[in-house]
C-alpha cells in the first residue's frame, strides 16, 4: 500500500483554470521524490490535495489506502506535514515559539512534549536563537525556516515541501539538504517537494515527477529523467550542472562515470584521473 496516491486527480479552479489533469502520483513508504515543472504547473495545487486543503474536482486521493474523509482528516494532517510554499500563509503566532508550538499543541500532546518537539524543530533548521522573536518581523529565509520547525514538530510520517529552497541563501540550501536527508535516515520520512532548483533533486531525491500545464509528462529515477535533456527544456526545466558536465566529457570520448551529485562526481573523477592527480 502506497502512503499517497492520486488517481486520475483532476482540479479545475472556480474560475474554470484546470489546474490538475489526470495526475497519477504514488508515494511508497520512504521515498524521496522531487516534483519539478515550470510556474503554474500545477505543484502547489497538487500537493494541497495530500492533506485535503483542496478536494478532487474529479478522480481520488488515497492516504495509506483510504480516501479523506472529515472523519479522518486530523489524522491525515497527522501523518502528511505539509509545509506551504509562502510561509505567509502558515505562520500567525505572536512568537516563533508559540508558532512552531501550534501544530503538535493541537494534537493535544502534553506541555513539556510540546516544549521539547519545538526546540528539537528550532534546533533542526537552525533557528533557536530565533524562538521569541515576532514571526512577521523575520526576513524571508527565517520565516521559511519557522514554517519548516512548525510541520517538523508535528512529526509527520510524510513530509511535503513545497519549494522549500525558494528565499534560503546558501548556506540555508546546504542546511535543508542535511537535515531533510537526516530526517528520512533517521526516521524513515518520506520526503515530497517540489522545486525550480534541480541541482538541489539528485541531492535528495530518488523519483522524479515532471510536471506541466498540470499533467505529469515524464517520471521516473533521476538516471532516466535528466538523461532527457531535450524533454526537460521543452518543458523549460534544466539538467543540473554536474551531470551536464559529465554527459559533455563522455561525449568528447573522456571515460568518466556518471555522477549526479558533487560527491558522486568527486568519487567519478578520483576513480578516473586518480592515478594521474
Ligand atoms: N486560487 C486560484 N484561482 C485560480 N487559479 C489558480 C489559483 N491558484 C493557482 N491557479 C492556477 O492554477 C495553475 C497551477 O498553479 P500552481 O500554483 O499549482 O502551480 P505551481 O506549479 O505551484 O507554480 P509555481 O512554480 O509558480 O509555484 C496555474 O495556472 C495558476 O494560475
Ligand atoms: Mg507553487
Known amino acids: 500500500m502506497h502512503l499517497i496516491e492520486t488517481r486520475d486527480l483532476s482540479y479545475v479552479y472556480s474560475d474554470h483554470v484546470r489546474a490538475l489533469d489526470s495526475i497519477n502520483f504514488v508515494a511508497p513508504r520512504n521515498a524521496r521524490i522531487a516534483v519539478i515543472g515550470s510556474n503554474g504547473a500545477g505543484k502547489s495545487t497538487l500537493f494541497k490535495h495530500f492533506n485535503g486543503i483542496f478536494r478532487p474536482t474529479s478522480g ?3 492516504i495509506r489506502g483510504e480516501p479523506i474523509t472529515k472523519e479522518n ?3 491525515v494532517r497527522k501523518f502528511v ?5 509562502h510561509p505567509d500563509d502558515q505562520i500567525f503566532s505572536p512568537t516563533v515559539e508559540q508558532d512552531v508550538a501550534f501544530g503538535p499543541t493541537n494534537l493535544g500532546l502534553d506541555e513539556e512534549i510540546v516544549h521539547h518537539r519545538v526546540h528539537e524543530a528550532l534546533k533542526i533548521v537552525g ?3 530565533l524562538a521569541h522573536r515576532v ?3 523575520l526576513s524571508g529565509g527565517e520565516k521559511k525556516r519557522v514554517a519548516i520547525a512548525g510541520v517538523i514538530a508535528m512529526e509527520p510520517q510524510v513530509l511535503v515541501l513545497d519549494e522549500p ?3 534560503l541563501d546558501p548556506q540555508g540550501v546546504s ?3 542535511i537535515f531533510i536527508n537526516s530526517l528520512s535516515a533517521k526516521y524513515g520520512m518520506t520526503v515530497i517537494f517540489s522545486t525550480h532548483d534541480v541541482a538541489l533533486v539528485p541531492e535528495i531525491a530518488d523519483y522524479i515527477y515532471v510536471m506541466h500545464k498540470g499533467k505529469i509528462v515524464a517520471e521516473g529515477t533521476i538516471d532516466h529523467v535528466f538523461m532527457q535533456p531535450e524533454m526537460l527544456k521543452s518543458y523549460r526545466l534544466d539538467v543540473p550542472v554536474i ?3 559529465i554527459k559533455n566529457l563522455r561525449d568528447s570520448g573522456i571515460v568518466v562515470s556518471m555522477a549526479y551529485t558533487f560527491e558522486e562526481a568527486r568519487q567519478s573523477f578520483l576513480y578516473a584521473f586518480g592515478k594521474r592527480l
Open 127 to 129: 533557528i533557536e536563537h
Open 165 to 167: 529552497t525558494a528565499g
Open 243 to 245: 551531470p551536464r558536465l
Open 73 to 75: 482528516i486530523r489524522e
Open 60 to 62: 481520488s486521493v488515497l
Open 135 to 137: 514571526p512577521h518581523h
Open 81 to 85: 506535514g505539509l509545509v506551504f510554499q
Open 175 to 177: 542546511d535543508l539538504n
